[in-house]
């Protein structure tokens, strides 16, 4: 029997893995000034999958129309297990007052939707120990 992740793994494009043990932020503030951002996962005893979607680079989601955020999704999503847990971190790096709930809702729903379907295709998830943490 397949784990969370293993299922997780298995629904998700690999090319969305990353194999880092830490978040990195490279952009530009509000006001134009660049800015790097860099923190490390202490992950001695922790099993995860990270994820990295940069719709910047590609288009991350064709079947929506150019509407103003309608596109939006944050930095990573860290999907964690302990036991027949499965905790999904959505993970949003700003520098500055912008706000991330907006992105951070459309990630949740965009979560939401991946465990759905893996439900929906047979996949046995952890049913109701899922936390999607914002």
């Not at 969305?16 to 490279?26: G, P, S």
């Amino acid at each position: 029997m397949m784990n969370n992740l293993e299922i997780i793994k298995e629904v998700l494009n690999n090319k969305y893995l990353v194999e880092q043990r830490y978040l990195f932020e490279k952009d530009k503030d509000t006001k134009g000034n660049r800015f790097e951002t860099k923190y490390t996962i202490i992950d001695e005893k922790i099993n995860y999958k990270l994820y990295r979607f940069e719709p910047n680079k590609e288009d991350l989601f064709p079947f929506f129309s150019k509407l103003s955020g309608l596109k939006k999704i944050c930095d990573y999503v860290l999907f964690a297990e302990e036991g027949n847990v499965l905790f999904v971190f959505l993970i949003e790096l700003k520098n500055g007052t912008q706000k991330a709930r907006p992105q951070l809702l459309a990630s949740k729903a965009f979560i939401e939707y991946v465990v759905e379907s893996a439900r929906r295709i047979g996949k046995t998830l952890a049913n109701d120990n899922i936390y999607v943490i914002i």
